[in-house]
């Protein structure tokens, strides 16, 4: 059975920081090996975006958090973090964590539930 689970989020000021975690486990990440995580996040009426992934030893970051967030990854424990510092009222969201496996060539994409961040004074 595939868990992706998510901790950290809540309510926090301006300029204040946040850490999030994610574990994913399961089999399956043992049998194919997990090949990114990443985190995304989704705000009232918008689409779910990027925030931040990582694969190997390559990092990508949406242009809105660089600077600001730092995504890093346990691969032992299959758990990925998001440190989030400057925080601001546009970061305001649900944030998913994402594992992915890819099986040959397809992708195969494991979500968490979220975890609510707000950002607010």
């Known amino acids: 059975q595939v868990q992706v689970v998510e901790s950290g989020g809540g309510l926090v000021q301006p300029g204040g920081s946040l850490r999030l975690s994610c574990a994913a486990s399961?089999?399956?990440?043992?049998?194919?090996?997990?090949?990114?995580m990443g985190w995304y996040r989704q705000a009232p009426g918008k689409q779910r975006e990027l925030v931040a992934t990582?694969?190997?030893?390559?990092?990508n970051y949406a242009d809105s958090v660089k600077g600001r967030f730092t995504i890093s990854r346990d691969n032992a424990n299959n758990t990925v973090y998001l440190q989030m510092n400057s925080l601001k009222p546009e970061d305001t969201a649900v944030y998913y964590c994402?594992?992915?496996?890819?099986?040959?060539?397809?992708?195969?994409?494991?979500w968490g539930q979220g975890t609510q961040v707000t950002v607010s004074s």
């Open positions: 399961g089999s399956i990440f043992s049998l194919y090996g997990m090949d990114a």
């Open positions: 994402n594992a992915r496996i890819v099986i040959r060539t397809t992708p195969l994409n494991y």
């Open positions: 990582i694969s190997g030893g390559r990092i």
